[in-house]
T-cell receptor, first 115, second 109 residues
Framework: EAGVTQFPSHSVIEKGQTVTLRCDPI?????LYWYRRVMGKEIKFLLH????????ESGMPNNRFLAERTGGTYSTLKVQPAELEDSGVYFC?????????????FGEGSRLTVL | GENVEQHPSTLSVQEGDSAVIKCTYS??????FPWYKQELGKRPQLIID???NVGEKKDQRIAVTLNKTAKHFSLHITETQPEDSAVYFC????????WGAGTKLIIKP
């Protein structure tokens, strides 16, 4: 069975440009999460989808970030325009069970470097 | 806001020795405490978890202990091996997972 896949694995862009990250969760997983880790710091929650609905987007830093999950399958996270502080590794994770006491299956992450 | 403190940030131990990583959480409502391991270039994976109604859980060479009164929990790895080298993340949740900053574990041959 395929795991969570993320694309691209690494993106280098100039400040002010736009980047779109994609996540394909494990098939059948209704719950999809986006996280970000800045180097050496904690993994920070960005948002949580249940199917196509945003269950919790309290971690989104500002309105330059837009996440979608059309049809409840794959998800995209767009950063527009990108700023230097947006650099980091963006992780996507999915889970079958609701609630935060079940295993999360992570992707390998998308490393974003904003110059 | 709620947070999880994780220490140390880097831990270097001799192969065969034990390693202990400690985390402290702030939200007393937290009731689930997973540990994830991220090997270099790979995805984080769950290695062990514990719920608030249990004080200790063991799985072969790894164990987790929880002290609800003090609001801290620890990961113990015994008889460390080279493949234990990785970054380990603790987390605590009641509603959403709050993560620690990670511990880079280095196993010296």
């Amino acid at each position: 069975e395929a795991g969570v896949t993320q694309f691209p694995s690494h993106s280098v862009i100039e400040k002010g440009q736009t980047v779109t990250l994609r996540c394909d969760p494990i098939s059948g997983h209704d719950n999809l999460y986006w996280y970000r880790r800045v180097m050496g710091k904690e993994i920070k929650f960005l948002l949580h989808f249940v199917k196509e609905s945003k269950q919790d987007e309290s971690g989104m830093p500002n309105n330059r970030f837009l996440a979608e999950r059309t049809g409840g399958t794959y998800s995209t996270l767009k950063v527009q325009p990108a700023e230097l502080e947006d650099s980091g590794v963006y992780f996507c994770a999915s889970s079958q069970a609701g609630g935060m006491d079940g295993e999360l299956f992570f992707g390998e992450g998308s490393r974003l470097t904003v110059l | 806001g709620e947070n999880v403190e994780q220490h140390p940030s880097t831990l270097s131990v001799q192969e065969g020795d034990s390693a202990v990583i400690k985390c402290t959480y702030s939200d007393s409502a937290s009731n689930y405490f997973p540990w994830y391991k991220q090997e270099l270039g790979k995805r984080p994976q769950l290695i062990i978890d514990i719920r608030s109604n249990v004080g200790e859980k063991k799985d072969q060479r790894i164990a987790v202990t929880l002290n609800k009164t003090a609001k801290h929990f620890s990961l113990h790895i015994t008889e460390t091996q080279p493949e234990d080298s990785a970054v380990y993340f603790c987390a605590a949740s009641w509603y959403q997972l709050i993560w620690g900053a990670g511990t880079k574990l280095i196993i010296k041959p």
